[in-house]
Each structure stands twice: as structure tokens, then as C-alpha cells.
């Protein structure tokens, strides 16, 4: 089934307004829980990654 463009953009139109948006707190929230779970998973994998550096420089034998 071909729709016309204009169609297509009026069921678009229709669907965006079914659509909850989200105020501005719960967006600013959001925002900040995403900033800080990114600063958790940093500091994790640099963790990680400097605990696996550690281990192979031990097996390796290459740390002197």
C-alpha cells in the first residue's frame, strides 16, 4: 500500500500527539542519573582495566 506524503505526515502528526512527554524536571532528572551512572561505569572499568594491567604485567614477568 503506497501512502502519499501528506497522509504520512498527518499520521505522524496524530502520533505525536498520543505521546507523553516528559516535563522539564523529569528530564533534567534523567539527565543527571545518566551523567552520574556514566561517571560510576568510568570509574569502573578504569578499575578493572588497571587491576587486568597489573595481573598480566605479573604473569608476563614483564614488570621489573
Known amino acids: 500500500m503506497a501512502t ?3 497522509k504520512f505526515l498527518q499520521e505522524v502528526r496524530e502520533e505525536t500527539r ?16 545518566v551523567f552520574v551512572m556514566v561517571a560510576i561505569s568510568s570509574i569502573f ?3 578493572a582495566d588497571q587491576i587486568i594491567r597489573i595481573a ?7 614488570g621489573s
Open 4 to 6: 502519499s506524503p501528506f
Open 18 to 33: 498520543k505521546v507523553t512527554w516528559p516535563s522539564r524536571k523529569e528530564t533534567m532528572i534523567t539527565t543527571a542519573m
Open 45 to 47: 572499568f578504569l578499575l
Open 56 to 62: 598480566v604485567t605479573f604473569v608476563l614477568g614483564i
